[in-house]
């Protein structure tokens, strides 16, 4: 008769089974919420370029009329390239402009 302290090799082989099932629910409980995170950053990040692109269009239109009004006159009917050389230097100052703001201020939230 055995030893109530004795496993017998199928008890042993259940409980080895089970303990590798947990771990295996234990580890796709993990991955679940990795993904979760992921795809909350993703949507996050997915939004916010949506508006900073709707953003960047109404800039884009407002600097067009600028240009229209204030420039145009300026140089005349066939002021076309130079029209869009000077929307051009508007563009990328506010785009450094912007940029090195938001840099600046991504390091002060780092540290």
Known sequence: MPNKDQISPRQEKHTKE???QKRIERRMLQEARRFRQQFAK???KLVT???GLVAALAWNEL?????NLYIKPIFGKNSGLISLAIY???VTFLAV???YQLS???EKEDN
């Open 18 to 20: 089970v303990q590798k």
């Open 42 to 44: 993703q949507a996050f």
């Open 49 to 51: 370029s949506g508006f």
């Open 63 to 67: 600097i067009k009329e600028v240009v």
């Open 88 to 90: 051009a230097v508007i």
């Open 97 to 99: 402009l912007v940029t």
């Open 104 to 106: 600046r201020f991504a």
